[in-house]
């Protein structure tokens, strides 16, 4: 009976306006195992009133405040408000002391447990926050027993996630799923995760699981849409955006999302989409993040760096690190390169990822590169799946005229990851070292899985034209054979 959530806690929640969190401890006792199957159809009804009220005065926030509501509960549900606006200006020690007595009156605002796990909260802290025995004010004790055992895995969740350990984060939350089957809010927090660290498929998985248990959930979608561009699924992103649009056009992820699908059309459409999606709400990091991708794609990395660093105002997030990483780069400030990735490296000891930026900066000057190699293996130890660093590793070794060894290296991948990219790479490295036919092979196997793949487009172009004995850099009317220097030049620009 670990599992068990308590229905009066959503009352009480709902009575004191605090309506995300009784959203949110509404989807738990929907979801929750015993709610579903032992527990009879009255029971559910009222739990699903429950959540559908929480639903409603989300809507209804402004004029609940104005009507007016007993003294007590305005001190709960302005604590929550006075967290928030501490935090939107900074002001840290003061949002975390009105977390805090929120959740010494009530454990179960879950908008406080994620704001304290954010602000760098040990997870035994926010626990011992919790009310130890029954308050006269609480309808119902906190009883440690029942019901606090998930919510203390949930705190522990949160705390992983916050500090950067994704791997812990998500075992908490997979056990979690075991309890509350086909709850919402945790498939969503288990897909953003997998998405951090790689696990696309999965999260891809989960955020149609998401959609197929409720068609109308917003949060977080811009971030599948994120996923299903890298997959080049261009007709579910399509759906997506149509769906979003739909349900509810004002929101900062339907216009994230639609930059997204209108990249590959328009860069200035899709950056003033990813625009409008900040002035919607200055306080979404995926709006600034793909804003700052799409700013270094029209090759301005200095406006990049300034979204970049908007991102990372409000949350250190790894790819704030990446963009940065790479807007410094392509102003050569090795420099300021070099400090944002190790930046990204104190912030996240335990990421493979962040190891890897710090090999690209290195990798940026010929006299790093034995550095690089360092970090890229480092990378590869802690993370030996970790195809980023790989390629990059791949990548040192043909700079450097080992391309023996970065065939064995990526064919050692291939046996795990049907990946566009791999096979791409391995193309250009047998291009490079003018083994033609199997450089054809990769680039072929690449478009099987990504027709959509631009380099394995380009590079099979070049590709033929070797094969006819063409120069692939000479004028279409100019067909001398000059293979030496095609060589040279497929490993400049296709692998710089």
């Known amino acids: 009976m670990d599992h068990y959530v308590p229905k009066d806690q959503v009352t009480t929640l709902l009575d004191h306006g605090l309506f995300t969190s009784a959203q949110l401890l509404g989807g738990f006792l929907v979801s929750s195992s015993t709610g579903n199957s032992e527990a009879s159809p009255q029971l559910k009804a009222e739990s699903l009133v429950l959540l559908g009220d929480s639903f409603f005065k989300e809507k209804e926030y402004r004029r609940a405040i104005m009507e007016g509501i007993p003294s007590k509960a305005k001190t709960l549900q302005m604590s929550l408000m006075m967290g928030k606006l501490y935090r939107y200006t900074r002001h840290t020690r003061a949002a975390a002391a009105c977390y805090k007595e929120c959740l010494r009156q009530c454990p179960y605002i879950i908008e406080a447990i994620i704001a304290l796990a954010e602000l760098g909260l040990p997870a035994k802290d926010i626990i011992s926050l919790f009310p130890q025995t029954p308050s006269r004010s609480a309808r119902a004790p906190f009883d440690h027993l029942e019901s606090s055992r998930w919510l203390q895995h949930y705190v522990e969740a949160q705390c992983c996630i916050a500090s950067n350990d994704y791997k812990g984060g998500l075992e908490l939350f997979s056990e979690l799923l075991q309890r509350f089957p086909n709850n919402i809010h945790i498939l969503l927090e288990m897909a953003k995760v997998e998405a951090i660290i790689g696990k696309i498929d999965e999260a891809i998985m989960n955020f149609e699981k998401v959609r197929s248990i409720d068609p109308y959930v917003v949060a977080y979608m811009d971030e599948y849409a994120l996923l299903l561009k890298t997959k080049s699924d261009q007709s579910k992103l399509n759906k997506l955006v149509h769906d979003l649009l739909n349900i509810d056009p004002t929101r900062p992820e339907v216009f994230v999302a639609l930059s997204v699908l209108w990249e590959r059309k328009d860069d200035r459409g899709a950056l003033s989409y990813a625009e409008k999606s900040i002035r919607i709400d200055e306080r979404h990091v995926p709006g600034y993040i793909v804003k700052g991708n799409l700013l270094l794609s029209m090759n301005r990395p200095d406006a990049a760096a300034i979204a970049f660093r ?187």
Do not use: C
């Open 310 to 496: 908007g991102a990372q105002d409000l949350r250190a997030d790894l790819r704030s690190y990446q963009g940065l990483v790479r807007s410094y780069l392509a102003l050569s400030k090795i420099k300021e390169a070099l400090h944002a990735a190790r930046e990204a490296m104190k912030a996240m000891p335990q990421s493979a990822k962040a190891l890897k930026l710090v090999g690209d900066v290195h990798a940026s000057s010929t006299t790093g590169r034995e550095k690089a190699k360092k970090f890229y293996e480092s990378a590869l130890r802690l993370e030996p799946g970790y195809l980023g660093a790989a390629l990059a590793l791949a990548e040192l070794h043909v700079m450097e005229g080992r391309n023996g060894d970065a065939v064995s290296l990526l064919e050692r991948y291939l046996k795990d990851w049907a990946d566009d990219s791999l096979h791409v790479k391995l193309a250009q490295v047998f291009a490079a070292t003018n083994m033609l036919q199997d450089a054809l092979l990769h680039y072929q196997a690449a478009l099987r899985i990504n027709p959509q793949n631009e380099a394995a487009k380009k590079g099979l172009e070049r590709l033929e034209k070797q094969m006819k004995g063409v120069d692939p850099d000479a004028p279409e009317e100019d067909e001398e054979n000059d293979v030496e220097d095609v060589d040279g030049d497929v490993e400049e620009n296709e692998l710089l």
